[in-house]
């Protein structure tokens, strides 16, 4: 959406160029070329892009719109150079252009986008709707659930095998690890298509995104183990912490002053200062390292991991200040429910998530396709919810409304009505769903 401009000499607005213009120039038109094809070389020219990135990062862009404000007069878009010479003659067009015509009249919408441009038009605030996203692991897409009708309402394609996957907290951004190319890719969350692709250093499973946005912290999964640190704003991997053991989970502390890796290979669970980003301290654990989540102290610190472990129906707690495991917690068994015993993958409770208020713990059983809530702090056992088959990982949008599961075996997502504990849909995705996450995403402009 954009404003009108305001009265007086025209001013060229940025946030404008980069997200209305910068993707006029990277769109492909049947068979002609694309205009940064070509203008990478010629004038007025256009940063090249980085390998593996299909869009221009923040400082590229800067420098995209210091050298086309140049080739327009501001407030006039029939006397600017960047409009006349793809727009065709009989349109009042230049006579010729080396990228050939792209428009045929003045209501092409790209003519209109980048006339807007000139005329000192500036983008509105984006929206923010709440969104569910869901990533199929056995597929090459990742589904976008609208919660107040769980429906999907779009979906990212061209990820193959996608593991982990976030939003950034400005919600302009999603981050997918992407197992089958090894890289880290970055979805546009208004248009869901994939703008860059950083390599990484090994094949990556899950992911998760700083609190200020600037940092994608990537667990990879392959001796001898290690934490790749994206920094989103350059796409580019600036390093990568060497950990004790492949690395499976990772996620930011509530805090933001760490990041939290699981191994299950070497049972243990690393533990990253964000501000210096290197180790700070390991733990080991009885078995291999599943999903986590984490409850606060009164001042915001992270008091506890709650951690599932391999081959365990339950999960454990550690405390985070005495590095040390405090307790375990077991599933119960519902009487009468047939126990699954084939493909757990060696484990059998995969999926944890806390309410906002961080009152309740919800946990998954593949044993029994179910989902148990807890009590917080007290964890007391509050009831279960049967979701579907392989129910492997949980979240839970801002409102604390909902929980969503993702039912692994028959590819669904089961939404279940927190208050009511209750399945009140199942919301048909990909294949073999799994990593999930929610939050606030920027939709339109």
Not at 167 to 182: K, M, V
Not at 193 to 206: C, E, F, K, M
Not at 223 to 241: C, L, Q, T, Y
């Amino acid at each position: 959406m954009t404003a009108a401009a305001a009265e007086g000499p025209v001013a060229l607005d940025y946030e404008y160029f980069r997200e209305r213009v910068q993707p006029v120039f990277l769109k492909k038109r049947g068979n002609q070329a694309r205009c940064v094809a070509c203008h990478v070389g010629r004038a007025p020219q256009l940063q090249p892009l980085r390998e593996g990135a299909l869009a221009w990062n923040e400082a590229e862009s800067r420098k995209n719109f210091e050298i086309w404000k140049l080739f327009v007069k501001p407030g006039d878009p029939s006397k600017s150079v960047l409009l006349r010479h793809p727009l065709a003659i009989e349109a009042g067009g230049d006579h010729f252009h080396g990228g050939g015509k792209h428009w045929k009249s003045r209501q092409d919408p790209e003519y209109k986008v980048l006339a807007g441009w000139v005329r000192g038009e500036k983008l509105e605030p984006a929206p923010e709707r709440v969104r569910v996203l869901q990533s199929n692991s056995a597929g090459d897409d990742i589904h976008v659930i609208d919660p107040r009708t769980n429906t999907v309402t779009g979906r990212i394609e061209g990820i193959e095998v996608p593991h982990g996957v976030i939003l950034s907290p400005d919600g302009r951004r999603i981050y997918a690890s992407n197992e089958a190319r090894h890289t880290m890719d970055t979805v546009d969350a208004r248009t869901l298509q994939v703008i860059a692709r950083v390599p990484l250093s090994g094949r990556p499973n899950n992911l998760d995104v700083s609190h200020d946005g600037k940092r994608v912290y990537v667990g990879i999964r392959q001796g001898p183990g290690a934490v790749d640190v994206i920094d989103v704003e350059a796409f580019r991997n600036v390093k990568s912490v060497a950990v004790k053991g492949e690395i499976h989970n990772v996620y930011v502390t509530p805090d933001g002053r760490h990041v939290v890796a699981g191994s299950i290979a070497a049972s243990t669970i690393s533990v990253i200062d964000v501000a210096t980003e290197t180790l700070a301290w390991t733990l080991t654990l009885s078995a291999g390292i599943r999903p986590m989540a984490f409850t606060r102290n009164a001042d915001g610190a992270t008091k506890e991991i709650i951690v599932q472990l391999s081959d365990f129906h339950g999960f454990a707690l550690v405390d985070f200040a005495t590095r040390k495991e405090i307790r375990r917690v077991t599933l119960p068994d519902p009487p009468g429910v047939h126990k699954e015993m084939e493909g757990l993958q060696t484990s059998p409770s995969h999926g944890l998530a806390i309410t906002p208020d961080g009152k309740m713990l919800w946990a998954t059983s593949k044993h029994y396709g179910m989902v148990a809530a807890y009590s917080l702090p007290e964890l007391k056992h509050l009831g279960i919810v049967f979701t579907g088959s392989h129910p492997d990982w949980l979240t839970i949008p801002p409102d604390g409304k909902s929980l969503y599961v993702a039912n692994a075996g028959d590819d669904t997502m089961a939404v279940v009505d927190i208050a009511g504990m209750k399945v009140v849909k199942r919301v048909p995705v990909g294949s073999v769903p799994k990593r999930n996450a929610s939050g606030r995403m920027r939709t339109e402009y």
